[in-house]
């Protein structure tokens, strides 16, 4: 049985984005595909965790690897959850525009900037990372289904990112996002599980919350790096994907961003007494998803060239339908558990 509170607030959130459908579809679609980047990576990243403490072992792993697990078992409910924007990719997407009106950078991309070969790679994503479920929660965790995983996961979600990240503005490219993508992912999945901590093995917890901390500082240099090359680099088609988000909004939230992902957690983290409180940890927890929901609408917002004022509230019930769904399944698994 679903837990009432998380399956309410879902329902909620949908009839939203019901009456979002009759109001402005493709602010709907653009909220949609933020929210659904929000939602995957919290499971992705549990993936990546439960493939690293099945090569390395180690206390801290052992303590919350039912919180992992139960993180990654909402995968399939985010996959399902594509479905819609796979027919929102006319809307979303430069690329898909007739090829002569395309800049000559982007029309040198169509071999891989195209409609079949773009479904064919999403089943493919959705295929391989449900078989990491599968190989790291239905059968006994092996070295070398976790070396695939991890593997598999670096390949799989840098070419996600380049497919439903970079190419809403398809004359941008960098290596660096996927790497950067992925960390957020292991961020997320980390502030998760804290989320969902029992209150018991502080030490166990501590541990996570030290790891969870070099993640975040992980994430900041990736930024910064990405940041450097591409300002360095100088290219007119490059440059144009920071100067969407110079104006004076997406400035703003990109200092927020910071502050929320980097800032604040590094202060609250630091001492040993921070990382072992459950309070401090619960309220890190939540400015790293705060802190990652403006990063996804940093991410993919300023690609459009006019945004609509339902926005404000299709994102939130967009992430309170997906999010509902999540916890309610996560908390089942985890009440199943228990029993």
């Not at 919180?67 to 594509?82: G, Y």
């Not at 975040?216 to 144009?240: D, K, R, T």
């Not at 705060?290 to 939130?316: C, N, R």
Request: glycine share 8%.
């Amino acid at each position: 049985m679903m837990p009432r509170g998380p399956a309410l607030l879902a329902a909620v959130g949908v009839v939203a984005c019901l009456l979002g459908l009759r109001v402005d579809r493709l602010a709907l679609a653009q909220a949609w595909l933020v929210a659904v980047l929000c939602l995957l990576l919290g499971p992705l990243g549990a993936l990546g965790a439960l493939a690293t403490h099945g090569l390395t072992g180690g206390r801290w792993g052992d303590a919350t690897a039912p919180r992992w697990q139960a993180l990654a078992w909402s995968l399939p409910l985010v996959l399902l959850a594509m479905l819609p924007l796979l027919w929102a990719v006319d809307g979303l997407f430069a690329w898909r525009a007739p090829l002569e009106s395309l800049p000559e950078v982007v029309q040198a991309k169509t071999l891989y900037l195209n409609l079949p070969f773009f479904l064919l790679r999403w089943v493919v994503y959705a295929v391989l990372w449900l078989a990491m479920l599968w190989a790291l929660l239905l059968r006994q965790v092996r070295p070398l289904a976790c070396v695939l995983t991890l593997i598999g996961l670096l390949y799989s979600v840098t070419f996600f990112g380049f497919d439903w990240v970079l190419s809403l503005e398809p004359s941008f490219y960098t290596d660096i996002f996927g790497l950067w993508l992925l960390v957020t992912a292991v961020g997320v999945a980390a502030a998760l599980v804290m989320l969902l901590d029992d209150g018991r093995r502080a030490a166990a917890r501590a541990d996570v919350a030290a790891l969870w901390l070099a993640v975040l500082l992980g994430w900041a240099f990736l930024a910064f790096a990405q940041y450097i090359i591409v300002w360095s680099g100088n290219l007119p088609h490059e440059i144009g994907w920071y100067l969407h988000r110079s104006t004076p909004l997406w400035r703003a939230v990109s200092w927020l961003v910071f502050v929320l992902l980097v800032g604040l957690p590094f202060c609250l983290l630091l001492t040993g007494r921070g990382r072992r409180s459950g309070r401090v940890l619960r309220a890190t927890a939540v400015l790293v998803l705060l802190g990652t929901v403006l990063q996804a609408a940093w991410w993919i917002l300023p690609a459009f060239d006019e945004l609509s004022s339902h926005l404000l509230w299709l994102l939130p019930a967009s992430l309170l339908a997906l999010g509902g769904g999540q916890g309610a399944i996560v908390s089942h698994r985890l009440g199943r558990d228990s029993t």
